[in-house]
């Protein structure tokens, strides 16, 4: 050594310890805070549970698509859709399963589907949460606004023709076609006119002042605290007027994560009492083990298919525009082992193109048959022989090797891809994964559709056919239909649908639009996903009637029947003495490696 | 003479700024007008999407002008500071990334101050016992952090988080909590994080400088003049080899924003590196812009004052 | 990325008499034990990618639908991922992708920054100072944001990512290159080479570019380095092709399948430990190289 430094040393070390401590400091910090802080709203609630339930705040995580905006007109997410669920009242609300209604500000209604007329009567004591009565123009100007082009609720309006009010709690609709009263009176939100008509609806995006209209509304519950992309908080609505659905909490939080993991460790430390149903099958083990969670397993209103390119004027391969390749195809696939595998045995297989439990799903399709030998017969007798590379070949000498394009964040569409490739190879088929963005899928398929396959999914309210709009030739135009399929008899069939003037005959159409996909293969669908979600023990009275479960978005009633569970003892965090010891043996055992490391060096030194 | 040299060498630095600033707000308009896709039928991905609902998105985001009249508007609305409507959150750019800025550098500048003096100390250590073993294992310590993938050493602590329990994971705050303790226990996992996986860099950095220091002719002069070799340290081979460092840790802020990135995304910390791989997600070009504008001029800028403070303290650069 | 700077920066002084034989080299380089240490995890990692058929005890393809996220066991020594695929033999597959992207792309990156450093330190001028501009550009602009929207845009296979990497990782050279070039060019021989009318392409990669050589490599496999970090910071955000065996890949799963909020250690520590360890590797390496060939540090 050039320098010998034996003063030096000691200072060095002093400083170097004081940095670690300083660091191992924030780790330590925690503790101190997470004592008062950690699981808050579970130690409020223990106390309310026994004092009152009137002082309790449920906070429920949220990890899809986080929340845009609680504009009724023009929110994309599905978060938004729930909590203005609860914010807004509609006319009616549906049920459980989507197959009825039941009444929320329209006390009676009478619906007159062979000469489109509904008259709708309104409940007289219904008010804002400003204290101001709700009357028909309030329910007329909302459903003008929601017929605007701007807005996303077009669809549910666009039949009507002409709305008047003949007295303030009298809403008299005229339209045309039968799927008013399946579509129209559970979702168009009821806001108040004098507030709204000051700003402009279609840029309003809100919530940077208390004076806000969005603050107002006509649901249980109010928008009391919004935080962009972070959380919203709901307070009880004071001038609620349904007595029969009150809120049995103050307020409700929904807070937004960006990935399922984050949120779950939340909820594992107690930050949260509930997830949304976006948990993984890894994390149900983990729920069922832990006596302080309940695990929640629905069925969830999304579909995930295999999506084949037969746009006849695309620039996909043309061997999957013939039918004979794409039947094969489907007698390869093992449609049950594809699901189990992606979803861990928890999803379910479909045969037709509606979520499972959807009251239009044609359960007389049954899944097609794995069949390997019968797709091999069908490609052989059809001229596609065997080439090199152990591929088949179209009789003019392409192979049959084609990309499926995925999107990235569906890890399990990602799964579910590998094991279709796999199946394929068995017929001479080869399968390249291209799992991209959402946004670079949407590029690859509609400027041109050049895509051979595309996995991917759907998710729709349940209960309402026209989710079948995205087989038509308009849903072309629209960037809408991901395979192009364009057939006569389908679009015929499908403005029947629209135009029908009763509810049997949707349903009879709906089945007869079902068999037309069944037998064309545009999608081969695959599965629904579960949707799986986790409550605390501090609260209870969740109900999971709804499609897509208690946090599935879908429901209007978990927020109004959860309650603080009076039996729930109040729980220590023992973690946080725990994080405290290990903390500090951390810091101890840093120091003396580095004491160590010194008194070593200084040895050979001396 | 000096002071004149010094202010022409000032002037050059902050007219090389601008002009990468200018470039930086181009380039950046170009670079996310080529990403895939049409925001507006991705986000509103439903059969509920109307032809004259999607049209009428368009002429609100000003998607349906010309490209070069685009490019106009943005130039002239990035110079007043305003970088457009969200798509996703329909609400200004700036409003967004104003309070993500501020959450990130709640985070960075701790994180950077922490591991730049970790760094310095050890590095002084390392080089002022070169080859032993202490130098060995410092360095290999060093060189194991600065290897470690920043996600990856992210994810094992909120392993050890939840098997400990109790410890916060995501976020900045508890709902609805300001308190500075609440801050403090959520910061201290990404904190730790971001400290471990960047102070080996400055160890190594600091190691090789003070090193060139010490063989200089003047300190190896000085020693074998006999004087007190901690006084030659510290009053001469220390604070020489901190100039160097000062670009050095300007260059390595861009390396800083990537572990931010990363580290945001692991641990949900609403960061701007955080909203940028959301709006990857959402393909909302103008956060995306701004986000990455501001992360850019932060550097550049972090940048420009390396080098005026380097232009004060180190008068050798003035008559470069 | 830029990683390289901070250590390469002694290099511009270096000279070039390291023509020295191969064997002389390694005489050398055998006594720096910092180097021999990373050079033999160079080596274990490259025999694993190699012979990963050989020592995988199953098919990493292999899908098993009963075995969904299996812990450890004595079939399956690290458990099973999503698909039942044996986690082991995944991580040995892994090394093959992380290899070939850090090599590929550092070779792309040290041959542009090879290039520009050598056009721009002997031309000078207007070049140099366009170049240099573009150098300081891409230094200072955050690459990960950068590779991410590329490869957005162009796609997530192998190649893109080695494409995306090699095309935004050359500054760091081009400027030590560049600053080297700069004191080369002043040396008698190049300056009697240039006076006696060579051509100055001939100059440049017959006279300079030897020289700068021992530079170039030290660099280069400090590039694999970051070139490896780059490609697993990218597949673990979701950017590149998730469906390739890698490292960041296998993190990526752990991450998205839930399994490192279940507390699947086995799942998420191992490909994490093998980056480490690799980057290690190349990092000891060049850090060797770079004090080797930097003379006036020989001797202390």
Redesign the interface.
């Known amino acids: 050594?050039?320098?010998?430094?034996k003063?030096?040393?000691k200072t060095?070390v002093l400083?170097?310890s004081a940095?670690?401590i300083?660091?191992g400091y924030?780790?330590l910090?925690?503790?101190?805070?997470?004592q008062?802080?950690?699981?808050?709203p579970a130690v409020s609630t223990a106390e309310a549970g026994t004092a009152s339930a009137n002082n309790s705040t449920f906070?429920v995580g949220w990890s899809g698509t986080?929340l845009?905006?609680l504009?009724p007109y023009?929110f994309?997410s599905s978060v938004s859709d729930w909590i203005l669920l609860d914010t807004y009242s509609t006319l009616a609300l549906y049920n459980a399963n989507g197959s009825g209604l039941i009444p929320e500000l329209a006390t009676s209604w009478n619906i007159n589907v062979s000469n489109g007329t509904a008259v709708v009567h309104l409940n007289p004591n219904a008010k804002f949460s400003n204290g101001q009565p709700i009357n028909s123009s309030d329910v007329e100007y909302s459903y003008q606004m929601a017929d605007c082009?701007?807005?996303?609720?077009?669809?549910y309006v666009?039949m009507i023709t002409n709305i008047s009010t003949p007295n303030p709690e009298t809403v008299i609709f005229n339209f045309t076609g039968g799927l008013f009263p399946l579509v129209s009176l559970d979702n168009v939100f009821i806001l108040p006119e004098s507030l709204w008509q000051n700003v402009n609806v279609?840029?309003y995006?809100g919530f940077n002042a208390s004076a806000d209209p969005s603050f107002v509304g006509s649901g249980p519950f109010v928008v009391s605290?919004y935080v962009?992309?972070?959380?919203v908080?709901l307070s009880r609505n004071p001038y609620w007027y349904l007595p029969s659905m009150e809120p049995h909490v103050s307020s409700v939080?929904i807070?937004c994560?960006?990935?399922?993991?984050?949120?779950?460790?939340?909820l594992?430390?107690?930050?949260i009492d509930a997830t949304s149903a976006f948990?993984?099958?890894?994390?149900i083990?983990?729920v069922q083990n832990d006596s302080s969670l309940h695990l929640v397993l629905s069925n969830s209103f999304t579909y995930c298919y295999l999506g084949f390119n037969v746009n006849p004027s695309g620039a996909g391969p043309s061997s999957i525009r013939n039918l004979t390749v794409r039947q094969a195809i489907t007698d390869a696939i093992n449609v049950s082992?594809v699901t189990?595998?992606a979803w861990?045995?928890y999803a379910t297989p479909l045969a037709t193109n509606f979520p499972v439990g959807d009251s239009f799903l044609d359960s007389a399709l049954k899944l097609h048959p794995y069949n390997v030998s019968e797709a091999n017969s069908l490609l052989n007798a059809s001229g596609f022989s065997y080439g090199p590379n152990n591929l088949r070949e179209t009789p003019n000498g392409t192979a049959l090797a084609y990309t499926v394009i995925v999107p990235?964040?569906f890890?399990a569409l990602?799964?579910a891809?590998?094991?279709i490739k796999?199946e394929l190879s068995q017929i001479g088929i080869s399968i390249t994964?291209?799992?991209?963005?959402?946004?670079?899928?949407?590029?690859?398929i509609?400027p041109g559709y050049t895509q051979s396959m595309d996995l991917w999914d759907?998710a729709?309210t349940p209960g309402d056919p026209?989710?079948l709009?995205?087989f038509t030739d308009t849903?072309i135009?629209?960037?809408?239909s991901d395979s192009g399929f364009n057939n006569s008899e389908y679009n015929t069939l499908y403005s029947e649908l629209i135009n029908a003037n009763s509810t049997q005959q949707i349903y009879n159409l709906s089945d007869q639009l079902q068999a037309i996909l069944y037998n064309q293969l545009p999608y081969l669908p695959l599965y629904s996903p579960p949707n799986i979600a986790a409550y605390s023990n501090a609260f209870t009275n969740i109900s999971s009637n709804f499609a897509g479960g208690p946090f599935g978005a879908m429901d209007w009633e978990t927020f109004i029947q959860v309650e603080p569970n009076a039996s729930f003892g109040k729980t220590t965090?023992?973690?946080?003495t725990?994080?405290y010891i290990?903390g500090g043996i951390a810091a101890v055992v840093v120091i003396a490696a580095v004491a160590a490391?010194?008194i070593?060096?200084r040895r050979?030194?001396d | 003479m000096a002071t004149l040299t010094f202010s022409s060498y000032i002037a050059k630095r902050i007219a090389l700024t601008v002009v990468s600033i200018f470039i930086i707000i181009s380039f950046n308009f170009f670079l996310f007008r080529v990403?895939?896709?049409?925001?507006i039928?991705?986000?509103?991905?439903?059969?509920?999407?109307?032809?004259?609902?999607?049209?009428?998105?368009a002429i609100?985001f000003g998607l349906n002008k010309p490209e070069w009249e685009q490019y106009l508007l943005y130039i002239r609305n990035a110079l007043e500071g305003n970088f457009g409507i969200s798509f996703?959150?329909?609400?200004s750019v700036t409003s967004?990334l104003i309070p993500a800025l501020e959450n990130s550098l709640v985070l960075l500048i701790?994180a950077t101050i922490?591991s730049v003096?970790?760094g310095i100390?050890?590095g002084?250590?390392s080089a002022?016992?070169?080859?032993?073993?202490?130098d060995v294992?410092?360095l290999q310590t060093a060189m194991a952090f600065y290897a470690m993938p920043t996600f990856w050493l992210g994810g094992i602590f909120?392993l050890l988080?939840?098997y400990?329990?109790?410890?916060?994971?995501?976020?900045e705050y508890?709902?609805?909590?300001t308190?500075i303790?609440?801050l403090?226990?959520?910061?201290?996992?990404p904190?730790?994080t971001l400290?471990l996986v960047y102070y080996g860099q400055f160890t190594i950095m600091m190691r090789n400088s003070l090193r060139d220091v010490?063989s200089e002719d003047y300190i190896?002069t000085a020693?074998a003049k006999g004087a007190d070799?901690?006084r030659?340290?510290?009053t001469h081979a220390v604070p020489n080899a901190m100039l160097p460092m000062i670009s050095l840790i300007a260059i390595n802020l861009g390396l800083m924003v990537t572990g931010a990135i990363l580290v945001e995304?692991v641990?949900?910390w609403?960061g701007i590196g955080?909203m940028i791989?959301?709006a990857?997600?959402h393909?909302d070009y103008p956060m995306l812009q701004g986000a990455f504008i501001i992360v850019t001029f932060s550097v550049v800028l972090a940048n420009l004052l390396a080098d005026m403070i380097y232009g004060m303290v180190d008068p050798r650069i003035r008559y470069k | 990325m830029s990683e390289a700077t901070g250590m390469s920066r002694h290099i511009a002084e270096s000279s070039g008499h390291i023509a020295a034989s191969a064997m002389d080299f390694w005489k050398r380089y055998r006594k720096n034990k910092i180097g021999v240490a990373g050079l033999g995890i160079i080596i274990f990692f490259t025999v694993m990618a190699v012979f990963a058929p050989l020592i995988s005890p199953y098919n990493p393809?292999l899908?098993n639908?009963s075995l969904?996220?299996s812990p450890p066991s004595a079939a399956h020594l690290l458990g099973t991922n999503?698909?039942?695929q044996d986690l082991l033999s995944l991580n040995f597959y892994g090394a093959r992708i992380s290899l070939i992207v850090g090599f590929a792309a550092a070779a792309i990156s040290v041959i542009v920054g090879l290039v520009i450093g050598l056009y721009s330190g002997y031309f000078g001028g207007w070049a140099d100072e366009i170049l240099m501009r573009v150098t300081d550009f891409f230094l200072v602009i955050p690459t990960l944001v950068f590779m991410i929207v590329i490869a957005?845009v162009i796609?997530?296979?192998l190649l893109n990512v080695i494409l995306v990497i090699g095309l935004l990782s050359w500054p760091s050279t081009a400027r030590t290159i560049r600053s080297m070039v700069l004191s080369i060019k002043n040396w008698p021989f190049i300056e009697s080479a240039t006076i006696n009318g060579g051509k100055s392409n001939y100059i440049i990669f017959r006279h300079i570019a030897p020289n700068v050589f021992p530079v170039v490599f030290a660099n280069a496999v400090m590039s694999v380095a970051s070139a490896i970090f780059a490609q697993a910071s990218l597949v673990f955000l979701?950017?590149g092709?998730?469906?390739d065996i890698s490292w960041g890949g296998i993190i990526h799963?752990a991450?998205?399948?839930?399994?490192?909020?279940?507390?699947?250690w086995w799942y998420v520590i191992p490909p994490g430990l093998f980056i480490i360890l690799v980057i290690l590797g190349f990092t000891m390496t060049g850090y060797s190289l770079e004090e080797m060939f930097n003379p006036k540090k020989r001797g202390?």
């Open positions: 050594m050039a320098f010998e430094g003063i030096g040393r060095m400083v170097f940095i670690i300083t660091t924030f780790a910090f925690g503790t101190t805070g997470g008062y802080y950690i699981g808050s906070t986080s845009d905006t504009n023009t994309t082009c701007f807005s996303g609720l077009s669809s666009c279609s840029s995006f605290k962009q992309g972070q959380y908080q939080i807070q994560f960006n990935s399922e993991s984050s949120m779950f460790s939340a594992q430390a107690g930050t948990l993984l099958p890894s994390q083990p983990v082992y189990k595998v861990d045995g990235s964040s890890p990602i799964s891809a590998t094991v796999q994964i291209s799992s991209i963005s959402t946004s670079t899928m949407d590029s690859i509609w759907w729709w026209t989710l709009c995205v849903a135009t629209t960037c809408l965090h023992s973690g946080s725990l994080y290990a490391i010194v070593r060096s050979k030194e | 990403l895939p896709g049409n925001p039928t991705l986000l509103y991905r439903s059969p509920r999407l109307t032809l004259n609902q999607e049209k009428s998105l609100q996703y959150y329909k609400v967004e701790p922490i003096l970790l100390f050890t002084v250590f002022w016992r070169e080859n032993s073993k202490t294992a410092v909120i988080a939840i400990i329990g109790g410890i916060p994971v995501a976020g508890s709902v609805g909590s308190s303790l609440n403090l226990e959520h910061m201290a996992l904190l730790l400290v010490l190896v020693y070799s901690r030659i340290l510290y995304t641990f949900s609403p955080y791989y959301e990857i997600g393909l | 393809n899908i639908s969904y996220l999503q698909l039942g957005a796609g997530p296979s979701g950017v092709d998730v469906t799963g991450f998205a399948f839930g399994a490192v909020t279940s507390g699947m202390f």
